[in-house]
């Protein structure tokens, strides 16, 4: 049997493509891209919180990353590098094997180099630090939206939380929706090519992992605005509405747009091949209650949602 | 009671003071310095593995941010900024507070913006991220030692390992020495001075987390050579030579040093207020076995260690 430290070398250590030291040394050395900011974000992944214990080790490992790059996605960044830390307890050498097969998918997908990390033994636990870049002034905030813009959301929010569902045992999904459902829960592909479409168009972004409205909600309270929400085609008031609505880790973009950039969305919806919705518009925020959202059904009856996140994705 | 974010925002948000954007967005966003590499490392501390359960938390917030700050100091890198995850079961007011303060204090000692960072119910466990700052180049790597130059470590190793030792009740040790080790234990230095003045000096450098020869053998596996060892004023066979010579958690420096920057050592000692001391000298490698080391005591006599590393600090 390897040693432990064999077992990361075989698993972990890949060739990278735009790195100046991998891993192996007291740190890694990167050289930015000149005239780049630099986008830095971390996620703490901890079993039985964010991920159930049976959940496929292939999925977890693109889950693990994939998470991450939504949030480069959603700063409209350029996903480079990133560090995975690991706590594993007694891991075999199959799950090793299909965990870092699944976290390199997704990191040879987005072009990403895994440039170090740290492992022990403990409770499974993942911590990804991911690093982007983004040309100077660029990024997209949460703060920047402003009355007028309308909100717009990107794919089908909802399907992982129903696709947790079903697994939960508290819906039955059928073909071919579970499958979408199971895929939007286990291999979440983040809209990095949205976001960098974005550049210079949206007004604030956010990825979808709380839920469309909580994450929404973080938009507005950023941009000191509130929203008047009328969103085509909402399921009826239902398990499939209180996913659309409220359930989390899809990963998808919520964003803002001022007027003239409205008409250039139909055609990168049809180059992204991905749905963009328009789901309603920015106002000016109440002084008494700021970050607040007025939501519409078809008919214009006022909808009240009944909760404003799922749990995360348990 | 506050809410869990709230508490976070409450503790772990303080102003920055050389970052665009901290926490609070998908991303944190900063500018890196023209004509420098980003060095980035990442540890992964586990209650239990890494530290005992009844550390004080402000030691414990010290120590998390420091041993982080002192892979910088190895790579002869600015310290710059910070992601913290953390998994907390159920963490008091109290607590919290002094785990923070704990942590700033380090990271005000050493210039560190706290730039991000995620928290999660779960077992005690903390994942740092840290990035520093080198001129183009200018890195001290592990694998530039050459034959011919000499060794030297900082400091005093061996402290922290005696001072676990001591509550851990194996020795007992008395004032001022039980101080010193406590506080080499509980509030490790990183030697980010040091590390800057090699600079154009060092050929390579690697910090003590796992003991003096484990840390050094990195080094000359790295740079394909040997050692030869000669420490002056080594204690004794016994547990106060095991620590210095295989204690972990010193975060000293080890380094290597061409024959012409000998002299400056004398110098910068003074300068930094820190013993440095040299302890030997690389030797070509021996085909046969690489990364090796011989040990002498000051009459001459090979020394065996007894162990080649300390387990942790547990």
Excluded at 159 to 183: N, S, V
Aim: hydrophobic letters at 45%; one cysteine or more.
């Amino acid at each position: 049997m390897p040693s432990e430290f064999d077992l990361i070398r075989r698993f972990f250590i890949r060739p990278t493509q735009h790195t100046l030291l991998g891993a192996g040394d007291d740190a890694a050395l990167i050289a930015p891209t000149p005239g780049c900011e630099l986008a830095i974000s971390t996620d703490l992944l901890v079993e039985g919180t964010h991920f159930l214990g049976d959940t496929a080790p292939f999925d977890l490992g693109w889950k693990t990353l994939a998470v991450n790059v939504s949030d480069m996605a959603a700063m409209g960044a350029t996903p480079r590098w990133a560090t995975l830390a690991a706590a594993l307890p007694a891991p075999t050498l199959d799950w090793l094997d299909a965990f870092s097969r699944g976290f390199f998918a997704c990191a040879e997908a987005f072009n990403v180099d895994l440039i170090g990390g740290d492992t022990t033994r403990g409770p499974r636990t993942f911590c990804v630090t991911i690093m982007g870049e983004v040309p100077r002034g660029q990024a997209l905030l949460r703060s920047g939206a402003q009355a007028g813009d309308s909100i717009w959301v990107s794919g089908t929010p909802g399907r992982a939380a129903l696709g947790l569902a079903h697994l939960q045992g508290r819906i039955a999904l059928t073909e071919p929706h579970l499958g979408q459902c199971l895929a939007a829960l286990h291999r979440p592909q983040p809209r990095v090519a949205l976001g960098l479409a974005l550049r210079g168009l949206a007004t604030a972004a956010i990825d979808v992992s709380d839920g469309l409205l909580a994450d929404l909600s973080h938009i507005l309270t950023a941009s000191s605005c509130a929203a008047e929400l009328h969103i085509p085609h909402l399921p009826p008031a239902g398990l499939a509405r209180d996913g659309y609505l409220s359930g989390g880790d899809d990963y998808e973009l919520i964003f803002t747009l001022p007027a003239e950039h409205r008409a250039a969305m139909a055609t990168l919806a049809v180059e992204l091949d991905l749905p963009l919705t328009c789901i309603g518009v920015i106002t000016p925020a109440k002084p008494d209650a700021p970050g607040t959202f007025a939501l519409h059904d078809d008919q214009g009856s006022p909808i009240t949602p009944t909760r404003h996140g799922f749990d995360h994705f348990l």
